[in-house]
């Protein structure tokens, strides 16, 4: 079975231009979120959406914005790249049920020069 | 709000030591708890989690952890350490209402193994 798929692996962008990022769930899951790890530190939450909707947002600002397609997938947009938005973009899909777990893609290697 | 702390930024054993990873945390309520590994440019791989029930909970490459409500804590615990276990770990507490999908991770440990 395949996993949670993430396109690009890696991705080179200017400061001030906009991104965005693609993740294909697993089959059966419908709940998909996106994370973000800058480098050494901890993944932290940005969105997550089931049923085409926004069911949570971390503290980011609304450069981030997401959504959810009727097959699952979603894809991340960010506007007005700063150079601190250089990270590790991860994508996790799961049931949206309690007691549940999260299966996280490879992630998307974000480099804004 | 939920916060979680892994006390340790870098930790190193021997191979065939054994090992302790330190995890506290912070939630209103009953919490949903997960060891999740990574190795260099990777993706997260869950190693465990604990839902309810007993405390001791096992996982897989033969990690295991304990949930302690008295101290916060859940910390991760292997016998013997091999050499394919250096990665960074990562301890993360899961929202109530969604378990699993909005998690809020610890700054993650180091593990490196000398051979």
């Known amino acids: 079975d395949a996993g949670v798929t993430q396109s690009p692996t890696h991705l080179i962008k200017t400061r001030g231009q906009q991104v965005t990022l693609r993740c294909s769930p697993i089959?059966?899951?419908?709940?998909v979120s996106w994370y973000q790890q800058v480098l050494g530190q901890g993944p932290q939450f940005i969105f997550q959406?089931?049923?085409?909707?926004?069911?949570g947002r971390g503290n980011f600002p609304d450069r981030f914005s997401a959504r959810q397609f009727p097959n699952y997938s979603s894809e991340l947009n960010v506007n007005a790249l700063l150079l601190g938005d250089s990270a590790l973009y991860l994508c996790?899909?799961?049931?949206?049920?309690?007691?549940?777990?999260?299966?996280f893609g490879q992630g998307t290697r974000l480099t804004v020069v | 709000a939920q916060s979680v702390t892994q006390p340790d930024i870098h930790i190193t054993v021997s191979e065939g030591a054994s090992l302790e990873l330190r995890c506290n945390y912070s939630?209103?309520?009953?919490?949903?708890l997960f060891w999740y590994v990574q190795s260099p440019g990777q993706g997260l791989q869950l190693l465990l989690k604990?839902?309810?029930?007993?405390?001791l909970v096992q996982g897989i490459k033969g990690f295991e952890a304990e949930f302690k409500r008295s101290q916060s804590s859940f910390n991760l615990r292997k016998p013997s350490v091999h050499w394919s276990d250096a990665a960074e770990y990562f301890c993360?507490?899961?929202?109530?209402?969604?378990?699993?999908?909005?998690?809020?991770f610890g700054g993650g440990t180091r593990l490196m193994v000398k051979p």
């Open positions: 996790a899909s799961s049931f949206p049920t309690r007691n549940t777990e999260a299966f």
């Open positions: 089959s059966g899951h419908k709940s």
């Open positions: 959406y089931y049923e085409k909707e926004e069911r």
């Open positions: 939630y209103g309520a009953t919490p949903y």
């Open positions: 604990y839902f309810s029930g007993d405390t």
């Open positions: 993360a507490v899961g929202a109530s209402d969604n378990a699993g999908n909005m998690l809020t």
